[in-house]
T-cell receptor, first 111, second 114 residues
Framework: QQPVQSPQAVILREGEDAVINCSSS?????VHWYRQKHGEAPVFLMI?????EQKGHEKISASFNEKKQQSSLYLTASQLSYSGTYFCGTHGSGSARQLTFGSGTQLTVLP | NAGVTQTPKFQVLKTGQSMTLQCAQD?????MSWYRQDPGMGLRLIHYSVGAGITDQGEVPNGYNVSRSTTEDFPLRLLSAAPSQTSVYFCASSRPGQGSYEQYFGPGTRLTVT
């Protein structure tokens, strides 16, 4: 089942902060975050694993609440280059092979 | 390393035609997947493979076939194209593991069916 992302869209000024949320109705093993710019392929940002391990870019921070099956991506001091669509992908505890993506959050950073 | 490559980049088909979208990776990844992305929507899994000779259906498999004869290649076949298959198709690969490793995406194939 597809995870739910919120908000659907957000507009920021350079230097402002944003939080993007992702929630699932299933027990999760991991949550992935990707960013996609218009006309390009998604690019990996971060993986959060059950048990607390995180892998990803140093300048990106995120949290994973295993009990609530929720994850949040924190974008601080946003830059123009942060603009794009952010997708979370969830990997259920029971299924070993499939990543299910949310419908995305469109982030626009204005100068 | 070239990473994940996809051909063609653009394709226009007429309803009923068949074609194969090519995907190759040079990272020796066991896991490979095909996704489609429609405007304003996320990525939906079509088919995936966990190794050569092993494939399985994803969320939206109807109208598509796959095979995996080598670790490197994972072609997607459209059997009889329909306008509903107009979309952007992404191939992705990753190391094996229960969602523990990042997916590397190809540049995409933009398909229009008229």
């Amino acid at each position: 089942q597809q995870p739910v992302q919120s908000p659907q869209a957000v507009i920021l000024r350079e230097g402002e902060d944003a939080v993007i949320n992702c929630s699932s109705s299933k027990a999760l093993y991991s949550v992935h975050w990707y960013r996609q710019k218009h006309g390009e392929a998604p690019v990996f940002l971060m993986i959060l694993l059950k048990g607390g391990e995180q892998k990803g870019h140093e300048k990106i921070s995120a949290s994973f609440n295993e009990k609530k099956q929720q994850s949040s991506l924190y974008l601080t001091a946003s830059q123009l280059s942060y603009s794009g669509t952010y997708f979370c992908g969830t990997h259920g505890s029971g299924s070993a092979r499939q990543l299910t993506f949310g419908s995305g959050t469109q982030l626009t950073v204005l100068p | 390393n070239a990473g994940v490559t996809q051909t063609p980049k653009f394709q226009v088909l007429k309803t009923g035609q068949s074609m194969t979208l090519q995907c190759a990776q040079d990272m020796n990844h066991e896991y490979m997947s095909w996704y489609r992305q429609d405007p304003g929507m996320g990525l939906r899994l079509i088919h995936y493979s966990v190794g050569a000779g092993i494939t399985d259906q994803g969320e939206v498999p109807n109208g598509y076939n796959v095979s995996r004869s080598t670790t490197e290649d994972f072609p997607l076949r459209l059997l009889s194209a329909a306008p509903s298959q107009t979309s952007v198709y992404f191939c992705a690969s990753s190391r094996p593991g229960q969602g523990s490793y990042e997916q590397y995406f190809g540049p995409g194939t933009r398909l229009t069916v008229t």
